[in-house]
């Protein structure tokens, strides 16, 4: 880790990514966007893979997370606009649910995480009667471009001021330079069911997301038939 931290401040900014001192040779008075974000730290992102930073943690017990929602509570409700100038609402749904946060539209891992439950996304909804819906804090023309290249077939969310994320209490990565990368999934009343954070493994989710469905498939009370009684 301290090979981590002389990589940081050799690089041409400060720290403080976000709005460089006035002082500062490469201040520019403005907020660099978050591609730029991007950009700075898949440097240090390399370099720190193998450390705590990056390694995933996933949620399946019943005890509380210190780190975001924890497993047995309810999710946030939320109405959100999606990339069809649709709102959906998280409550209205009835369904298990899979609610993946990502950093940003059109970044390298998002595209292969977004690619990854598009390609899922079918049999989601066949085998487990789920649906999924990814957020992260681009407004709606973003979210229009982002699911126009990919052709995606489940919406992504826009929130712009990361209320919701905020609500979820979702945990910055990257050492703080970047949002979180997080998956959860629901059962059909809203209840946290699984949690699972990884920056790097961006196709993971969709893996952990299916397991995690399953589960909730199998512990599912069995209907009786009406006639059950008379065998």
């Known amino acids: ?30 907020t660099l966007n978050i591609k730029m974000k991007f950009a700075y730290v898949a440097a240090i992102a390399t370099l720190a893979s193998s450390t705590d930073a990056f390694a995933p943690t996933p949620f399946t017990g019943g005890a509380a997370s210190a780190l975001n929602l924890a497993v047995g509570e309810s999710a946030p409700d939320f109405s959100l606009v999606n990339q069809n100038g649709k709102k959906v609402t998280r409550s209205q749904l009835k369904k298990p649910l899979v609610v993946f946060f990502y950093p940003a539209d059109a970044t390298p891992g998002c595209t292969i995480e977004a690619t990854k439950f598009n390609e899922r996304v ?25 699911s126009a290249d990919l052709g995606l077939d489940f919406s992504i969310l826009a929130d712009p001021k990361d209320a919701i994320r905020k609500e979820f209490n979702v945990p910055k990565a990257a050492f703080g330079l970047l949002p979180g990368r997080v998956t959860y999934v629901l059962d059909k009343t809203g209840v946290c069911k699984a949690v699972f954070q990884d920056l790097a493994d961006a196709a993971g989710h969709v893996d952990f997301a299916e397991k995690a469905l399953a589960e909730i498939k199998a512990s599912a009370p069995t209907k009786k038939s009406l006639f059950s009684g008379f065998n």
């Open 122 to 146: 079918s049999e989601i909804r066949k085998s487990y009667g789920a649906d999924v819906v990814g957020i992260s804090g681009q407004d709606v023309e973003s979210k229009e471009k982002f």
């Open 1 to 30: 880790k301290a090979s981590v931290t002389r990589v940081c401040t050799s690089l041409p900014f400060p720290s403080n990514i976000l709005r460089p001192h006035k002082s500062h040779k490469y201040y520019k008075p403005y």
